[in-house]
């Protein structure tokens, strides 16, 4: 019903900043709470983030939170992780999820739509 795709991932040294982006199409948008999960090589994939349908309820895993910032512009169809004062341990692949719950899930299952995922690296 929605495809979604990563984009803006890359290499950038310790205490950098990156913004990632999630772009839909197929649906309206503004319909989808929205999930952004990483995984690393040989780890799960874990919660990162997540922002309800109108952008205002955000919500952070504790490994983030101060440092990373949810925002959406349904106009654009967009959602954009920008991450700053990253960390060697940021380093994954981070994949953005749609979900037609009005909650912010934490769990993978919490999501019926998920993106081909965005490799960002942080070098020490």
């Known amino acids: 019903q929605v495809q979604l795709v990563e984009s803006g991932g890359g290499l950038v040294k310790a205490g950098g900043s990156l913004r990632v982006s999630c772009t839909a199409s197929?649906?309206?948008?503004?319909?989808?709470?929205v999930g952004w999960f990483r995984q690393a090589p040989g780890k799960e994939r874990e919660f990162v983030a997540g922002i309800s349908r109108n952008g205002i309820n955000t919500y952070y895993a504790d490994s983030v939170k101060g440092r990373f910032t949810l925002s959406r512009d349904n106009a654009k169809n967009t959602v954009y992780l920008q991450m700053n004062s990253l960390k060697p341990e940021d380093t994954a692949v981070y994949y953005c999820?749609?979900?037609?719950?009005?909650?912010?899930?934490?769990?993978?299952?919490?999501?019926?739509?998920w993106g081909q995922g965005t490799q960002v690296t942080v070098s020490s």
């Open positions: 197929g649906r309206s948008f503004n319909i989808y709470t």
């Open positions: 999820a749609a979900s037609t719950r009005l909650s912010i899930s934490i769990i993978r299952d919490g999501y019926s739509y």
